[in-house]
């Protein structure tokens, strides 16, 4: 029976319902025979080269136009996850959580990342890159048409969108987006030879001027997770203003969205004749649904279809009759950030106006020789020592992970260093601390960004135990990630972070959150990272690529300027009513269920 809009008031209701939905598990609760994904301790992809950095054509798109479903109507997909922020989908006003929730359903990126890191087409049909890394042809998908009635997607469509992305300035990768296409006045901060020429409706040539790495390229184009981008159209945005559009976006995805409220839920209706996959369900529903509880109460009484499922919840999972857990390693990484090490000048060539020495994570000089600057260091690996990483992934993921000390680099464990690894030993987090000059500890404040990732912030919780277990007092900041984010972008906060990412396609994408130009920040920036992180952003032999990179992550290991926790596999909790065979379109993003649109009812 097809699901009507009239149950969408359960679900507005369903956290304070709690008590209620666990009355009607009692009548919920059977056996299942379901398959329970293994280890990533015993399944790892792990890619030799950066990425497909070859100066090469690259394959025509294989994807295809599918037929719609002639069946009956399948009624309505509902996924619970924790929190995906106000529905703002129009490029310039668009930021993580929604970013990676929108292009999972209403977006689509011009690439998708393979399981081995490569891109493949999606909007994109096929690309060139040129010997010398300069000049980049890109061909686009005919015939895709824009939801709300809005026509074809042409080049046009696409240099506005990433204009506007880029003038927006809310995408972690806005600048490098800005800086890849032109920018808005089209100037390409004034590089020498770079330029734009839209040569027909589906084919763009740009000459970059400086070499690009295609790696670093890809990262903000593909289809899934938080550096994630999706083309909208131009026309609609001029017809009914930017403001109007964002909140009922045309764009290209299997999905169009049809009503949100804040905090409460986004439902979309199936576009009917996709270019690519229409649906096989008539409408998906993302509710906000902060408690896990209430995410597996709802999945136990059938109201829930999937959901942003903490690994402590399997067992209860695995015992919803027809359920079934799929699982996929390199999901995603735990890193914990230590910001306010400002070091140098900001990008406008200012000192940092948030800088502030007198938080024992922060030297009171940048000379990397200095006795304040071995303090500090001093002080943060004391902080990564105190933390027992190993029983945070047997606990808290139920063995779905390993440990990891140096963040971006999973799937790249074949070329990391195998010394970065932090043991855990708090007798000598205390004395490490005294030696620093802190015996009675300090104060801290530590924010987890909740961004959808298993066990994000009760991992951060356990962080804060081992912290106040070596004597540091720990103010623990339970806020909306869009609540934290400003002030990560102003470079205002001050304290550490525990921020789950996906997968990088390279680490040197990763390092870029070091650099001053960088929308983003990891809360670390240094004249040292600047020059090396810059110059390798550059390169284009694959070799040094990867030379570089372990030398910039050596230094960060070195000065523990941050960190990592673990690693952790991406399960997909997937009810009754749904076919389980089905996989991700991008494997950048595993982290909770997406692609929905190859979704099948059972």
Known sequence: MRQTRARLPIFKHLSKAI???????????????????????????????????SPTAMPEATVAPTEAMTAEPAG???????????????????????????????????????????????????????????????????GVQFHKGYGEMTANDVLYSYEQWNAG??????????????????????REGASLEIVDDHTMVIDTGLPWVPAQVFEFMRNGGGSSSWVVSQAQSEKIGVEAASKDIAATG???????????????????????????????????????????AGFQTGQLDSFD?????????????????NGFPNAGQA???FYGQLYGLDKDGNEYEFYNPDNAWVSSDLDTDSQAWADAVTVRKALNIAIDRQTIVDTLLSGFGKTQSVRDWMGHEARANPEWEYEYDPD??????????????????????????????EA?????????????????????????????ITRKYNGATCHTVGVRLSPIIGASNYQTKSTFSYGTHHPWMEENIGATSVEVDPVKIQEGERKIYDWIWENSTSSSLYVHDGIWPIGPRLDPDWTPLDWSEVRTASAFEYAKPK
């Not at 009692?26 to 994904?37: E, I, K, N």
């Not at 929604?98 to 994109?124: C, K, N, Y």
């Not at 015996?439 to 909740?450: Q, R």
Request: charged share 20%.
């Open 19 to 53: 008590v209620v939905l666990f009355v009607a598990l009692l009548f919920a609760c059977g056996s299942s025979a379901t398959a329970t994904p293994v280890s990533s301790t015993s399944v790892e992809p792990t890619p030799t080269a950066s990425s497909s950095e």
């Open 76 to 142: 309505t997909i509902h996924m619970g996850q924790k929190e995906t922020g106000i529905f703002e989908a129009h490029p310039s006003m668009s930021s993580s959580p929604r970013i990676q929730f929108t292009s999972s359903s209403v977006g689509e990126g011009l690439i998708t990342t393979a399981t081995d890191f490569s891109a493949s087409p999606m909007l994109a049909k096929s690309w060139e890159v040129s010997e010398d890394f300069l000049t980049w042809t890109w061909k686009f998908q005919e």
């Open 169 to 190: 300035a809310l995408h972690a990768r806005s600048g490098i987006m800005g800086e890849y296409f032109g920018g808005i006045d089209g100037d390409f901060g004034g």
């Open 254 to 296: 299997p999905w169009q969205i049809e009503e949100h409220a804040s905090g409460e839920f986004w439902r979309f209706s199936k576009v009917e004749d996709h270019w690519r996959q229409t649906p096989y369900f008539d409408e998906l529903v993302y509710w906000t649904i902060p408690e896990e509880s209430a995410r597996v």
């Open 309 to 325: 499922m903490a690994f402590d919840s399997l067992a209860t999972v695995e015992a919803v009759e027809g359920a079934t857990v």
């Open 335 to 337: 890193g914990l950030n």
């Open 428 to 457: 000598l987090a205390k004395q490490m601390l005294a030696d620093a000059g802190y015996p009675d500890g300090f104060s801290i404040t530590l924010t987890p960004s909740i961004r959808g990732a298993p066990a994000e912030v």
């Open 460 to 488: 951060c919780e356990a962080v804060a135990q081992y912290w106040e277990a070596i004597g540091v007092d720990v103010s623990l900041q339970h806020v909306p990630y869009a609540t934290i984010r400003p002030e990560l």
